[in-house]
């Protein structure tokens, strides 16, 4: 009987023991913990896109009774000096900034500053009314050589390393117009030049895209209202220079307004991982 007792014991241990050692072999470790993209940090970068816009070009003087004109010529020469220039070209230049990341939301302040390439011109004439068929022109330059922008931006991530984003801020940019005046009636001329530091304002969307090592690419598209710079003049001066008219002011405006498309790569400084499982 004792040795009955003891063979289904060891039967029973032995099974135990295969049961456990099985166990033992099913066992997994806890996956690796990878890191996860964080968008805190400052960056730098480069960009290069498109503009297309347009400016309000605008000459005006006004009737007195010691002056030059007819008063029918003073709406005339309004009417003809209300033009518009268009402009296109290629952009590009630099950009820094800094995020910060607060669970699925980037914060951040972005600046940049690229060569503008805006520039347009535009001409017109028409017939005096009372003194046909001497005629005017007023001939109109616009140009602004650089913008420079500072925006705070605002985004959600669709994915960890994917943010969309608005944008808008303040822009600047140095603006220049040149306008022109004569006439066949007594070879009567005047002109005027605006060189204004404009401080205007730009809004916008983009989205960017980080693929390792602190590098991202973005597209982004920017409208950009500079709003109107005015100047005036007094030196209108009539038949072939001899007689000057400072009664006839004159008042010359440019409004220019543009919209940006461009396509950038940023670099990333530092800032936190943090881990995921």
């Known amino acids: ?162 943010l969309l984003y608005a944008t808008g801020g303040a822009a600047i940019a140095e603006v220049k117009g040149n306008f022109n005046f004569t006439d066949t009636f007594s070879a009567a001329t005047e002109s005027a030049a605006i060189r204004d530091t404009r401080v205007g304002w730009t809004a916008g969307v983009g989205t960017e895209y980080a693929f390792g090592g602190g590098w991202s690419l973005k597209a982004e598209y920017l409208y950009v209202d500079l709003g109107r710079s005015t100047a005036t003049s007094t030196n209108l001066v009539t038949f072939a220079g001899t007689a000057p008219s400072p009664s006839n002011v004159y008042t010359h405006s440019v409004d220019l307004k543009s919209n940006i498309v461009r396509v950038g790569v940023n670099y990333k400084f530092g800032g936190p991982v943090v881990a995921r499982y």
């Not at 980037?106 to 005629?135: H, M, Q, R, W």
């Open 1 to 162: 009987m004792k040795k009955f007792l003891l063979a289904v014991a060891s039967v029973v241990l032995g099974s135990a023991s295969v049961h456990a050692a099985d166990l033992a072999a099913q066992y997994t470790k806890a996956p690796v913990m990878a890191p996860a993209y964080n968008w805190t940090g400052f960056y730098v970068g480069g960009n290069v896109g498109g503009q297309w816009g347009s400016a309000d070009l605008n000459t005006s003087t006004v009737w007195t009774p010691a002056g030059y004109f007819a008063t029918s010529s003073v709406p005339a020469i309004g009417t003809v000096g209300a033009q518009g220039a268009n402009s296109s070209s290629v952009t590009g230049g630099f950009t820094a900034g800094y995020n910060w990341q607060v669970n699925h939301a980037v914060l951040g302040l972005e600046g940049d500053i690229n060569y503008f390439g805006f520039k347009g011109s535009a001409s017109g004439s028409a017939v005096y009314p009372c003194c046909a068929p001497t005629a005017f022109t007023v001939s109109s330059q616009v140009s602004a050589d650089w913008l420079a922008t500072i925006r705070g931006r605002i985004g959600f991530l669709a994915a960890p390393t994917w």
